[in-house]
């Protein structure tokens, strides 16, 4: 971080107020929707009017509201894929698309046919390079998971496949967004030693407010506030540091007994051997201002047991632009507290009971409690 400001590690950006050549290459046509979730339905609705899309196969893992989200739009049939474990890969009827999820920032699973079409979401790698070469139908990522603006979801086809029309805006979403941006620029304040815990509660509340807005907005276009930035951040720069912070935290990690360290773009996955073990050491990196996350907080309702049990082991440890090697070093030493020091498991995988019974390839599924996606 920044020398003289307050030092903590997670949680939602602050204000960006930087100067950069902006995303350059971005993938062109590209519609912007107010969030990831926006730009998804808005394509099954297309697809569905234009195309006669009938059906959507989703991972069992993946973001529970999202998935509630789709089954609004068309029917949705789960297949059983996640960050971890062994995977079953789609096999879509002809009038049914696949939506293919990047676990943090990894290559997906890939359906066995081709369907009506592929869906990739690159969310927690828009960048990747693996992606042009893989060339699905169409990609939709939620820009906040990593970068600094307020809202927005894209979408665009690498294979040049006809789009939803341009969005509109929304005066309810630009609301919602003016209360992010307002927190953000509270928590620039907080940062730079402007106000105590108070101001913290403050600005967690209007991030809040923002973000509930945000969620009950119809599709719409992104602000103009999130234009304005993308012309302007320094998109690559911010991925590279992101990677080089995430080899230093995974580094500092190693050797570390009932605890699977996993490297990836997004950052890095701590993988422990009980949920009981992770809810100590999430609660002892939040006493040091460490805010690690859950992806994706599940039940029973929402995945199979050993996806459920995957997502009471994991926390995801933040390693973006805004920290560099010196503070991913203070994370690990932070980690290494909390945990004692034992032998390297030299797995990325991890023993999780297994689903009970197959996966049914048409089944829809919806999930039941609400989750931060």
Same mark, same amino acid.
């Given at each position: 971080?920044?020398?003289?400001?307050? %030092?903590?590690?997670?949680?939602?950006?602050?204000? %960006?107020?930087?100067?950069?050549?902006?995303?350059?290459?971005?993938?062109?046509?590209?519609?912007?929707?107010?969030?990831?979730?926006?730009?998804?339905?808005?394509?099954?609705?297309?697809?569905?009017?234009?195309?006669? %899309?009938?059906?959507?196969?989703?991972?069992?893992?993946?973001?529970? +509201?999202?998935?509630?989200?789709? #089954?609004?739009?068309?029917?949705?049939?789960?297949?059983?894929?996640?960050?971890?474990?062994?995977?079953? /890969?789609?096999?879509?009827? +002809?009038?049914?698309?696949?939506?293919?999820?990047?676990?943090?920032?990894? +290559?997906?699973?890939?359906?066995?046919?081709?369907?009506?079409?592929?869906?990739?979401?690159?969310?927690?790698?828009?960048?990747?390079? %693996?992606?042009?070469?893989?060339?699905?139908?169409?990609?939709?990522?939620?820009?906040?998971?990593?970068?600094?603006?307020?809202?927005?979801?894209?979408?665009?086809?690498?294979?040049?496949?006809?789009?939803?029309?341009?969005?509109?805006?929304?005066?309810?979403?630009?609301?919602?967004?003016?209360?992010?941006? #307002?927190?953000?620029?509270?928590? #620039?304040?907080?940062?730079?030693?402007?106000?105590?815990?108070?101001?913290?509660?403050?600005?967690?509340?209007?991030?809040?407010?923002?973000?509930?807005?945000?969620? /009950?907005?119809?599709?719409?276009?992104?602000?103009?506030?999130?234009?304005?930035?993308?012309?302007?951040?320094?998109?690559?720069?911010?991925?590279?540091?992101?990677?080089?912070?995430?080899?230093?935290?995974?580094?500092?990690?190693?050797?570390?007994?009932?605890?699977?360290?996993?490297?990836?773009?997004?950052?890095?996955?701590?993988?422990?051997?009980?949920?009981?073990?992770?809810?100590?050491?999430?609660?002892?990196? *939040?006493?040091? /201002?460490?805010?690690?996350?859950? *992806?994706?907080?599940?039940?029973?309702?929402?995945?199979?047991?050993?996806?459920?049990?995957?997502?009471?082991?994991?926390?995801?440890?933040?390693?973006?632009?805004?920290?560099?090697?010196?503070?991913?070093?203070?994370?690990?030493?932070?980690?290494?507290?909390?945990?004692?020091?034992?032998?390297?498991?030299?797995?990325?995988?991890?023993?999780?009971?297994?689903?009970?019974?197959?996966?049914?390839?048409?089944?829809?599924?919806?999930?039941?409690?609400?989750?931060?996606?």
């Amino acid at each position: 971080m920044t020398p003289g400001t307050r %030092w903590e590690v997670g949680s939602s950006f602050p204000l %960006w107020t930087g100067a950069g050549a902006g995303w350059t290459d971005d993938p062109r046509p590209m519609r912007l929707y107010g969030n990831g979730r926006q730009a998804l339905a808005a394509l099954l609705r297309f697809g569905h009017e234009v195309h006669g %899309w009938d059906r959507v196969h989703v991972p069992a893992y993946y973001c529970p +509201p999202v998935v509630r989200a789709l #089954s609004t739009v068309v029917p949705v049939s789960r297949y059983e894929a996640g960050p971890h474990g062994p995977v079953v /890969r789609p096999d879509p009827g +002809p009038g049914e698309v696949v939506l293919a999820v990047s676990f943090f920032g990894r +290559p997906p699973v890939l359906p066995v046919g081709p369907g009506a079409g592929l869906i990739v979401d690159a969310t927690h790698d828009p960048l990747a390079p %693996w992606l042009p070469d893989l060339c699905p139908d169409f990609v939709v990522a939620a820009l906040r998971k990593t970068l600094p603006v307020p809202d927005g979801g894209a979408l665009w086809s690498p294979r040049g496949r006809g789009l939803p029309p341009q969005p509109l805006e929304d005066d309810r979403h630009l609301a919602a967004v003016a209360t992010i941006v #307002s927190a953000m620029a509270m928590k #620039s304040a907080y940062l730079a030693h402007a106000g105590g815990a108070a101001e913290k509660e403050r600005y967690l509340a209007r991030y809040a407010a923002g973000e509930k807005e945000l969620g /009950r907005s119809r599709p719409c276009a992104a602000s103009p506030h999130t234009r304005y930035l993308l012309d302007r951040l320094p998109v690559h720069d911010m991925r590279r540091k992101r990677l080089r912070n995430t080899e230093v935290l995974a580094r500092g990690l190693t050797g570390i007994a009932g605890v699977t360290v996993s490297a990836d773009p997004y950052g890095v996955i701590l993988l422990f051997d009980s949920a009981q073990r992770r809810e100590a050491v999430r609660r002892g990196l *939040l006493s040091a /201002r460490i805010y690690p996350a859950v *992806l994706w907080p599940m039940d029973d309702a929402d995945a199979p047991e050993r996806f459920v049990a995957y997502s009471r082991r994991m926390l995801h440890l933040h390693t973006d632009f805004r920290w560099g090697p010196e503070d991913m070093t203070r994370v690990a030493a932070a980690v290494r507290r909390l945990v004692p020091a034992g032998r390297d498991t030299g797995s990325d995988r991890t023993e999780v009971p297994p689903m009970r019974g197959s996966a049914p390839t048409r089944a829809a599924s919806a999930a039941t409690k609400e989750a931060p996606c």
